[in-house]
């Protein structure tokens, strides 16, 4: 799991990593019952601070996607993943919406979008 923070991200770090763990569950890099790195070791290589991990990983125990356990680490729940994926989709779907607007405001038309969209899928 390659987790990195772009400073230059309208995003927090902390949602960063939320959605760089939510989208390794959701492409099943990570698996149920897998150990997520410690909160020190995971700001090491995201190059941020401890706080920033811990705030990112209670986020994740609210969802449902890890849970901490005591003096063993942080670990993905059973529903981790199904998790992930509903919340991951739901996130790019919103994303997709709001792009597709933004062009049809600044004039393209809607023929242009769905040859964009088909290639992108091809």
Known sequence: MDLTVDTSRAAPPSRQLVEGILDALAGDSIG????????????????VNPNTVGKAYRELESLGVVEGR?????????????????????????????????????GHD?????????????
């Open 110 to 122: 809607p023929e242009s979008l769905v040859r964009e969209v088909e290639k992108v899928l091809a």
């Open 32 to 47: 149920p019952g897998e150990r997520l790195p410690s909160v020190r070791g995971l700001a090491a290589e995201a190059l």
């Open 70 to 106: 005591a003096g063993a680490g942080v670990f993905v729940t059973e529903a981790g993943p199904d998790i992930a994926r509903r919340n991951r989709r739901g996130a790019t779907l919103v994303a997709v919406r709001s792009a597709l607007r933004v062009a049809l405001h600044a």
